[in-house]
């Protein structure tokens, strides 16, 4: 008889210390309020064990406390600290860097910028003298009039020094034709005539000369035609 009544009471019992341990033994307890909510079967909650309730902890107001209501839930985590980073196996990388093992993005190609034009030649320095060079000869083509006897013309050239060595004497030779009266090219004869030396370099000089052939060559009805000239110099 004994052993059932204290079967009977033991449930009883277990739950009168459970309620006394919600309102003292988990530590001092908020003034003017009692913990009230559900607690865990018997199953899941033995002595010695710290399980978490499931169910949110409501503080009610007790009889003779001011007006308050605070609702605090277990299941809402805290801040995490670097403790329970460490704990966790929670690693974090400083930022604009790559964590390890993480392949990199591919980097595109470097752009060649083409060279601006004429790199490639050297500018003189400052205050040095460019080297010099050969004196040399262009003609422009001849430009004719014509003179007081039909085997004779005034031929106008224009010498450009393209050097920057002056040319110090030379020759102009001109080629001369003979027309005839139907427009035939009977002949073409050669005359030279000096250069209008010197010609510096890098200038131009213009010469008119009168370019003649025997009067023989020319008849009456014939006339010249000078369209070539050529120069050679020192």
């Not at 009610?60 to 600290?81: D, F, I, M, N």
């Not at 604009?96 to 093992?101: A, N």
């Not at 392949?103 to 080297?131: D, F, I, L, R, S």
């Amino acid at each position: 008889m004994l052993r059932r009544e204290r079967r009977a009471l033991t449930p009883l019992t277990l739950l009168v210390l459970a309620a006394a341990c919600l309102t003292g033994c988990g530590g001092p307890a908020r003034d003017g309020y009692a913990a009230a909510g559900a607690v865990a079967p018997g199953p899941e909650r033995r002595a010695g064990d710290n399980v978490a309730p499931r169910t949110p902890v409501e503080f009610q107001q007790l009889a003779g406390s001011p007006s308050s209501t605070t609702s605090t839930s277990a299941s809402t985590p805290g801040p995490q600290g670097p403790a329970d980073s460490a704990r966790s196996g929670a690693t974090t990388t400083p930022p604009g860097t790559t964590p390890p093992g993480t392949a990199e993005p591919p980097q595109p190609p470097p752009v060649a910028t083409p060279p601006a034009p004429g790199a490639g030649t050297p500018a003189p320095k400052p205050g040095t003298t460019p080297p010099a060079t050969p004196a040399k000869l262009t003609l422009s083509p001849p430009t004719r009039t014509p003179a007081a006897e039909r085997w004779c013309e005034n031929v106008t050239v224009a010498f450009t020094n393209t050097g920057t060595t002056p040319t110090r004497s030379g020759t102009a030779s001109f080629a001369t034709h003979i027309i005839g009266a139907l427009g035939i090219d009977w002949a073409t004869i050669t005359t030279t005539q000096p250069l209008p030396a010197p010609i510096p370099g890098g200038t131009t000089k213009t010469q008119t000369y009168t370019v003649c052939v025997e009067p023989w060559r020319v008849p009456l009805g014939m006339h010249i035609e000078t369209r070539t000239a050529t120069a050679t110099w020192t």
